[in-house]
């Protein structure tokens, strides 16, 4: 099949100029991105470069990729991978029924037999009967978009493997059809919470961020942006408790989305401190696991 011409995307060059400038229309969309998150965007857009996020879950990776559509005001394409997806659910699978509906209809038409009416498949074999998945979608899409492949960690290496070619040449093989060129080079964020190892081959086809918690300022600075009517010093006792938190030896250390969580209880609750009753009702909502919790208010009841 002939390549299509990919179209160049002045606007987003134009938008995604600096990295200053980024993270300033990062935080309008209420991410407050670093300067090295806001640069490495930055780059991404400028040289058509997928972006690989890792860090603990609850860091923002996920995020990133829809503040960063809503920034850009374009659509969000979402694959969100998981153990046993193949390439029906990521990149194509051919819509069976339709094929069979429109053989019978034909057989019906002509009064020929089957293998005269598919033209040794070419009749069954087009883009009409094709059903395009997350990543075929980005690529074929008639507007720019954002490809979120969220926790690629979780699939094997053999699907793994798929993404390739999308993400380096911006196309898909599909046997029956041949090549399935981009109209636009999509914006991709992949993420990952390091449950294993990517290939080498993934990570060349990429740029690396990795996001980890943050700094308790930035952390307050969160607090505050999304619970506004939360007090400072209520706000800097929460952050404190959970940095507390993460230092300890737990199985799942309680990240930013929980942090808010928290955040926004105190102030449904109009909690003016944070007590022991309350941290230790909070940490339900911190903690995700019961031999966490007990751990966690043990060590907290000796630092009383």
């Known amino acids: 099949m002939t390549a299509e011409p990919i179209a160049v995307d002045d606007v987003l060059t134009e938008l995604f100029s600096d990295g200053d400038r980024v993270g300033k229309l990062l935080g309008e969309q209420g991410y407050l991105a670093d300067e090295r998150t806001a640069g490495i965007v930055s780059l991404a857009a400028r040289l058509g470069k997928p972006v690989l996020v890792e860090g603990p879950a609850g860091t923002g990776k996920t995020q990133l990729a829809k503040s960063v559509a809503a920034m850009a005001g374009r659509r969000l394409v979402r694959l969100q991978c998981y153990e046993g997806i193949d390439e029906s659910k990521a990149l194509y699978e051919w819509d069976y029924r339709k094929q069979l509906l429109w053989i019978q209809a034909a057989r019906d038409e002509s009064g020929f037999n089957a293998d005269a009416i598919v033209e040794n498949g070419a009749g069954i074999f087009d883009e009409r009967f094709l059903l395009s998945r997350p990543m075929l979608e980005a690529i074929r899409s008639d507007e720019p978009v954002v490809l979120l492949v969220d926790e690629v960690d979780r699939v094997d290496a053999e699907t793994e493997a798929l993404f390739l070619e999308v993400l380096a040449e911006h196309q898909v093989s599909v046997p029956e059809l041949g090549q399935l060129n981009a109209r636009h080079i999509p914006l991709v964020f992949l993420t990952s919470n390091g449950t ?57 250390p309680p990240s930013v989305s929980e942090t808010i969580d928290f955040a926004q209880t105190l102030n449904l609750l109009g909690s003016s401190e944070l007590d022991l009753s309350t941290a230790s009702l909070g940490l339900n909502i911190l903690l995700k696991y019961q031999e966490d919790i007990r751990a966690a208010s043990a060590a907290l009841g000796r630092r009383r």
């Open 196 to 252: 294993r190892d990517l290939s080498e081959a993934l990570k060349r086809r990429c740029l690396f961020l990795y996001l980890d918690y943050p700094t308790a300022e930035r952390e307050r600075e969160i607090v505050r942006q999304h619970v506004p009517g939360l007090t400072d010093a209520l706000s800097s006792e929460l952050v404190a408790l959970v940095d507390t938190l993460r230092r300890m030896d737990l199985k799942k």
